[in-house]
């Protein structure tokens, strides 16, 4: 079974920053896209970053020039390098692979993990 577990978050004062990581496990060979979503209370789950394969990636317009993402293809971990964060950066984090197959011959689509809260407070 193929999981995806973050960690990182926690409470930061304004300006802060953070890293936050998503590790994924389960006999994992490759993993395509992988990205960034988050939801703040009472608000949808929106896109934050996402990094093909490759190594191309794109940001939404709030965060861009401030958090940076990459990934460790190896290791099979995704980041999320969070710098000058706002109050309104405040959410759960979650990490999401669209499809991944294990060295089984499984193939597993649309992936979440558990979500990590990151808290930017004074």
């Known amino acids: 079974q193929v999981q995806l577990v973050e960690s990182g978050g926690g409470l930061v004062q304004p300006g802060g920053s953070l890293r936050l990581s998503c590790a994924a496990s389960?006999?994992?060979?490759?993993?395509?896209?992988m990205s960034w979503y988050r939801q703040a209370p009472g608000k949808q789950r929106d896109l934050v970053a996402a990094i093909t394969t490759g190594g191309s990636v794109n940001y939404a317009g709030s965060v861009t020039g401030r958090f940076t993402i990459s990934r460790d293809n190896a290791k099979k971990t995704l980041y999320l390098q969070m710098n000058s964060l706002k109050p309104e950066d405040t959410a759960v984090y979650y990490c999401y692979v669209d499809s991944a197959r294990t060295t089984a011959g499984r193939r597993y689509v649309d992936l979440w993990g558990q979500g990590t809260l990151v808290t930017v407070s004074s």
């Open positions: 389960g006999g994992i060979l490759s993993i395509n896209t």
